[in-house]
């Protein structure tokens, strides 16, 4: 496995000294050294391009859209902040950023549980260590939509295989309509994000812990520690750097999340189960307002800009270094 | 002996049982997608509070769904249009990626750090927060509801995907073997095409695998770039042309679920290593 280390470049990044120094740099620079910078200007150039055109500038896009009143097909009027102070007055859209939170949060501790547990019982194990983690793998490599498809037909409230099974287990005695209450119907979505997010944890979580060296094991088993404290005081320590990384990446994919809703439910019952990114989706798609729609998935923005902030902080502090998958 | 035994049992109760069932529950849409696929429709659409409701195997199974998916649907068209997008997408990002990678991980230039960052922020940056605009981008070019809107935006999400994954494995090539080709008398590009990316080729598979999978997964953009039935994907496809209003053609559906999720899956079979090297790669700090 290539040592990955995006830590190196985070902790040269840019002070607000670097562009001077970068001017003093260039007016002192040698002639192989200007060679060597052209080299690296053309080498870098077809993916800045790419980025610039379909990165940057759309991103700089949708902060102006979500500043007009524009509606697909006709450009809009500048409406200065209109459209945030109409979405912070939509009941719709405060229930989806309540819902976003939640899903977010729940998601991610259970996915997070879970997959430790995994990761820490497939370390223990002797043979078929590659045959199930193969398996495992299978929700995160298949196309989301299509698995959800599964999920919703498993749900379905005459058909369900799931009602079937709990029936039989003895867990329920009536029906249960999985995607048809507002609260149900968000749990289902939570179930479905964990089944497909856990094999994520558990194998990068796994890698983590094959770094572990058992010496460290034995020696505080040696010293009395029980399984238990050996867990909390060893193992999570020395693997919080891998979690921390798994985690912030997860917590990003989960926050600004669209498929597993918009195919399980659409946002409803009643508009009950939107998140962001499908609410905007409504807005700026379905109901063509693409000024609304660009100010609701803009707003995610600040969430996602302190969540990147954080992971970069965390980085460059020598967090992640230590660890090494 | 009687610890040996009570060590296997306690062996079972918090090992083979809880990752047993961990790994039925983890497959187990699968294997109902692919009974459903197969299922006839007298036998589907039975309540499952009804005696006759068999759930696990069907005992008729037909194709009847399979040649609905590619007599009276676009399928096949889908799966050239993904197939195509896909590799397409794959290539521009390994290319752009390739050669950014080398740029940042062996090239000292005014700058270089900061860009690493950057690249690494648009890394982070989910489709949902730019699906719109970049939609209105796409508008502006004239490629909507062409593949070319698929082809030139996947590689957004792709290019810092492949450009850290291969920044990794630059720095792992010592840099004496490139030292050595140009004292042969190589220029540094010769040297950086002939001798570091050869060396790399591993890196770049399991790039190139990982990129190709997540083109043939998206969803969001070709839900919103893509309009009429000869241009979508099989996400699109499937999701769109076999739900109508509320009536979802099951058995279809499941069909091309399926056989949408078997490339990636058989892709996957082949490269499991690479594929967990470049996941885990990705997410390394």
Not at chain 1, 262 to 288: D, E, K, M, R
Not at chain 2, 135 to 153: C, E, K, N, Q
Request: glycine share 8%; aromatic share 16%; charged share 10%.
């Amino acid at each position: 496995m290539p040592p990955q280390d995006f830590g190196a470049a985070a902790k040269t990044a840019p002070s607000a000294l670097a562009v001077p120094r970068v001017v003093g740099r260039l007016r002192s620079a040698s002639a192989s050294e200007r060679r060597e910078w052209l080299l690296a200007f053309c080498l870098l150039l077809p993916a800045l391009t790419m980025l610039a055109v379909f990165v940057a500038y759309p991103f700089l896009r949708g902060i102006w859209l979500s500043l007009t009143d524009t509606v697909i097909g006709r450009e809009g009027d500048f409406v200065g902040i209109n459209n945030f102070i109409k979405l912070w007055n939509d009941s719709i859209f405060r229930r989806a950023a309540q819902n976003t939170f939640v899903y977010t949060g729940a998601a991610t501790v259970l996915k997070l549980a879970l997959g430790m547990l995994v990761a820490l019982m497939l370390n223990n194990l002797i043979g078929f260590k590659r045959f199930l983690r193969a398996s495992m793998l299978l929700p995160w490599i298949v196309p989301t939509v299509l698995s959800t498809l599964a999920w919703k037909w498993m749900f379905d409230p005459t058909f369900s295989i799931v009602n079937w099974m709990f029936y039989h287990l003895g867990f329920i005695h009536v029906r249960i309509d999985w995607l048809g209450g507002p609260v149900v119907a968000m749990w289902s979505v939570i179930l479905v994000n964990v089944w497909r997010g856990t094999p994520f944890f558990a194998i990068t979580l796994l890698a983590g812990l094959q770094t572990i060296s058992p010496d460290v094991h034995e020696a505080a088993a040696i010293d009395g520690a029980n399984a238990w404290q050996r867990f909390w005081r060893v193992t999570w320590p020395l693997l919080m750097p891998v979690t921390m990384v798994v985690v912030l990446f997860s917590v990003i994919q989960t926050f600004a999340d669209f498929q597993l809703v918009y195919i399980l439910t659409g946002g409803g019952p009643a508009n009950s189960t939107h998140l962001f990114a499908t609410y905007a989706y409504q807005l700026g798609v379905a109901t063509a307002k693409l000024g609304e729609g660009a100010a609701a998935s803009i707003a995610m923005f600040p969430i996602l800009f302190l969540v990147v902030l954080f992971q970069l902080w965390y980085i460059r502090r020598g967090g992640a270094g230590k660890g090494g998958v | 002996m009687a610890q040996v035994a009570g060590a296997r049992w306690r062996r079972w109760a918090s090992l083979y049982i809880p990752l047993g069932v961990f790994v039925i529950v983890t497959l187990f849409p699968f294997y109902y997608m692919a009974v459903t696929a197969v299922r006839p429709d007298r036998e589907m659409y039975i309540p499952w509070n009804r005696p006759n409701f068999s759930p696990f195997w069907t005992l008729q199974p037909t194709l009847e769904h399979l040649q609905l998916l590619f007599t009276e649907t676009l399928f096949a068209r889908w799966l050239f249009n993904t197939l195509t997008i896909a590799t397409l997408s794959t290539a521009i990002a390994l290319f752009c990626g390739l050669l950014a990678a080398y740029a940042l991980a062996r090239l000292r230039f005014p700058g270089g750090g900061a860009l690493g960052t950057g690249i690494f922020v648009t890394y982070l940056v989910p489709q949902t927060l730019l699906f719109l605009p970049l939609g209105d981008v796409i508008r502006t070019f004239h490629l909507s509801d062409t593949p070319w809107a698929l082809i030139f935006t996947y590689p957004t999400f792709l290019i810092p995907f492949c450009t850290w994954l291969m920044m990794g494995y630059f720095r792992t090539i010592p840099k004496e073997l490139e030292e050595c080709a140009q004292i042969d008398g190589a220029t540094r590009i010769q040297a950086m095409v002939r001798i570091v990316f050869p060396v790399a080729m591993p890196g770049i598979l399991s790039a190139g695998i990982f990129a190709f999978t997540l083109s043939w997964n998206e969803f969001i953009y070709a839900l919103v770039f893509l309009s009429s039935a000869t241009t979508k994907t099989v996400p699109v496809g499937v999701v769109s042309e076999l739900v109508r209003g509320d009536t979802f053609f099951w058995g279809p559906l499941m069909a091309g679920a399926l056989l949408g999720s078997v490339p990636v899956a058989f892709i996957y079979s082949f490269f499991v290593e690479q594929y967990v090297s470049a996941m885990t790669g990705a997410v390394k700090g």
